[in-house]
């Protein structure tokens, strides 16, 4: 069955009530059926070997000497923790079960700030929706959210700041009048933050997963929320957004298929418009390298060798799993460098700002302008 018509089959409300009654009713059958069918179709998707020889591979790429930004709260979780009275903290800490205890025991100031949002959210202190417009909604369990539980309720406020400051520092900040789009924006983690602290933004979201994307718009009204196509195009004339944010988005992209949405990003954006997108690439090798990714050691090697030579590399999921509502021969798993995206966008766009493993320590941001 060719890719689209399986994700329209799979996505339908029909296969997603068959999907969820199996998970009640069998829910170990259901993981071992998801998996095996992920891991199937990722099968026919696996990247030939680079075109060198073994003696040739980066065996044990070393380490590189990069220096990270550490996470700190921005814009966006201090203009909602502004909005908090010493009150609300003192009962927020009264209400803390035993791990949220040494989460706050352990925090720095800046974490503080960030964890006070989320876990008076979390554990209902009484006037801080009202006060701070945050919503408690959290998506059903048959619905894509990418956190749950105390350190996600009311939102994802670290990746606000970091569309927010990122925006700011690249010359584009988030302004009134404003239309802007989270591209990929699940079930509106990000967008529901930004649209509480920049009303008079005009926030719109889309993404591919239709159950998510129908959750946030029914959970969110002040955003526009759609469900968008695998493929471009998106429903919107030509120059029509000031900014476009993707986190997590190209990682995943095909090569073929990154440049097409680069082309759509081009098309939509008005000149002098921003795109902030998060990638993968140098970094990542560390990362994948490392106990915490415990990729093989060929595997590395490949990777490693394919960024140097091609500075693109494209992948399945290697035993992740990949959301059906997302599988198809263009999305996989992706890392790219900075050469090739030069190479491959500039003139039409300019690198405004580009800082290596600035999400979580490992994955690249850059903040690209669309030239006239």
Same mark, same amino acid.
């Given at each position: 069955?060719?890719?689209? @018509? ?18 009640? /009713? ?26 060198? &020889? ?7 790429? %070393? ?6 930004? %550490? ?12 909005? #908090? ?12 079960? $035993?791990?949220?205890?040494? @989460?706050? !025991?352990?925090?720095? $100031?800046?974490?503080? @700030? ?9 554990? =209902? ?11 408690d909604a959290e998506p059903p369990?048959?619905?894509?959210? #990418? ?12 990746y606000a700041d970091i569309v ?23 079930? &509106?983690?990000?967008? /529901? ?62 090569? %073929? ?12 954006? !008005?000149?002098? =418009? ?11 090798? $560390? ?29 399945? =999921? ?5 959301a059906h509502a997302t599988a ?10 900075? $050469? ?7 003139? %039409? ?8 493993? /600035? ?14």
């Amino acid at each position: 069955m060719a890719g689209g @018509r399986f994700d329209r089959l799979n996505g339908s409300r029909p296969a997603r009530r068959v999907k969820s009654a199996l998970r009640a /009713r069998y829910p170990e059958r259901a993981e071992q059926l998801k998996v095996a069918v992920n891991a199937a179709r990722r099968a026919l998707r696996e990247p030939p070997a680079p075109r060198v &020889g073994d003696d040739n591979l980066f065996w044990d790429p %070393p380490a590189r000497n990069v220096e990270l930004r %550490p996470l700190r709260a921005g814009e966006v979780s201090d203009a909602l923790h502004a909005r #908090l009275d010493e009150s609300d903290i003192d009962t927020m800490v009264e209400r803390l079960d $035993e791990v949220d205890q040494a @989460r706050w !025991r352990d925090a720095d $100031e800046s974490g503080r @700030r960030m964890l006070a949002l989320h876990f008076c959210v979390h554990y =209902g202190v009484p006037g801080v929706l009202e006060k701070t417009g945050l919503s408690d909604a959290e998506p059903p369990p048959d619905v894509t959210s #990418l956190a749950r539980g105390s350190l996600a309720a009311g939102g994802s406020f670290g990746y606000a700041d970091i569309v927010a400051d990122s925006l700011r520092e690249a010359g584009a900040p988030l302004a009134p009048g404003q239309r802007v789009l989270d591209f990929g924006c699940s079930s &509106g983690r990000i967008t /529901r933050v930004l649209a509480t602290v920049h009303p008079d933004i005009e926030w719109h979201g889309c993404d591919v997963d239709r159950g998510a994307v129908e959750w946030a718009a029914a959970t969110f009204p002040d955003v526009r929320f759609f469900t968008s196509d695998p493929d471009p195009p998106l429903p919107f004339p030509d120059a029509h957004l000031d900014s476009v944010f993707a986190i997590s988005i190209w990682t995943h992209f095909s090569e %073929p298929a990154a440049l097409r949405w680069f082309g759509e990003m081009h098309r939509i954006l !008005r000149p002098g =418009g921003h795109l902030l997108l998060t990638t993968i690439g140098n970094r990542s090798v $560390e990362v994948h390298a490392s106990d915490w990714g415990n990729w093989p050691r060929r595997r590395i090697a490949e990777l490693a060798t394919s960024l140097y030579t091609d500075g693109f590399y494209f992948a399945g =999921g290697y035993g992740k799993d990949l959301a059906h509502a997302t599988a198809s021969d263009d999305w996989g798993q992706a890392f790219f460098t900075p $050469e090739w995206l030069a190479q491959e966008l500039c003139p %039409p766009w300019a690198i405004k700002l580009f800082e290596v493993g /600035r999400v979580e320590a490992h994955s690249d941001l850059y903040v690209l302008e669309r030239g006239g």
